[in-house]
């Protein structure tokens, strides 16, 4: 059992929908983070959420972190093919110092 | 600026010779951290490098992985005696400051085929 789960595992979609991905866990979080990943390529940082109950925008992405700190969720509006890549969320549970631990992971398919 | 610097980009071994994976993080990073990802998965954690602090080496999946950091920058992930479950790609990342405030900045990491 991983300590971030992420859903779903896999999401395609048309360009001009709407998407969400969760992250989810038991631990408590001083923050989480979300990233992107492309192939080939490694994770690029999207936000860093820090407060229970954040609500965070990044253009058509909303990123909101729960009010107990132990979820997050990613909202994509009107999804675009450049959105398309592996969408991680990341943290390190109180408990655990600075190791930062990932989730599995959504990968987000885009069609045009 | 350079960002963090993998080598070598791909690396295809026989099962039972060991290997060597650099990492050049950038320069004034404090955090260095190795991860490894199995295709299209999600990053599984190894060691992790803050400062002079000993490293937190929980994630590392067998004693036949090591991984030294020299001088507060380079670092290098060695896997001896490699088997094909180590077939992976291998990612390094550093940080300004200890995370998790502060963000990683990954390399394009390591394609690690074992035959």
């Known amino acids: 059992t991983q300590l971030l789960e992420q859903s779903p595992q896999f999401l395609s979609i048309q360009e001009g929908e709407n998407l969400t991905v969760y992250c989810n866990s038991s631990?408590?979080?001083?923050?989480l983070q979300w990233y992107r990943q492309e192939p080939g390529e490694g994770p690029v940082l999207l936000v860093t959420?820090?407060?229970?109950?954040e609500v965070k925008k990044l253009k058509r992405l909303t990123f909101q972190f729960g009010d107990a700190r132990k979820d997050s969720s990613l909202h994509i509006t009107a999804a675009q093919p450049g959105d398309t890549g592996l969408y991680l969320c990341?943290?390190?549970?109180?408990?655990?110092?600075?190791?930062?631990?990932f989730g599995g992971g959504t990968r987000v398919l885009v069609k045009p | 600026g350079a960002g963090v610097s993998q080598s070598p980009s791909n690396k295809v071994t026989e099962k039972g010779k060991d290997v060597e994976l650099r990492c050049d993080p950038i320069s004034g990073h404090t955090a260095l951290y190795w991860y490894r990802q199995s295709l299209g998965q999600g990053l599984e954690f190894l060691i992790y490098?803050?400062?002079?602090?000993?490293?937190?080496k929980s994630g590392l999946p067998s004693d036949r992985f090591s991984a030294e950091r020299t001088g507060g920058s380079v670092s290098t992930l060695t896997i001896q005696r490699t088997q094909q479950e180590d077939s992976a790609v291998y990612l390094c990342?550093?940080?300004?400051?200890?995370?998790?405030?502060?963000?990683?900045?990954f390399g394009n990491g390591t394609r690690l085929t074992v035959t």
């Open positions: 990341a943290g390190a549970p109180l408990a655990a110092g600075n190791k930062l631990t």
């Open positions: 631990s408590v979080f001083s923050s």
């Open positions: 990342a550093s940080s300004r400051v200890a995370p998790p405030l502060s963000p990683l900045h």
């Open positions: 959420v820090v407060t229970g109950g």
């Open positions: 490098f803050q400062g002079n602090s000993a490293p937190d």
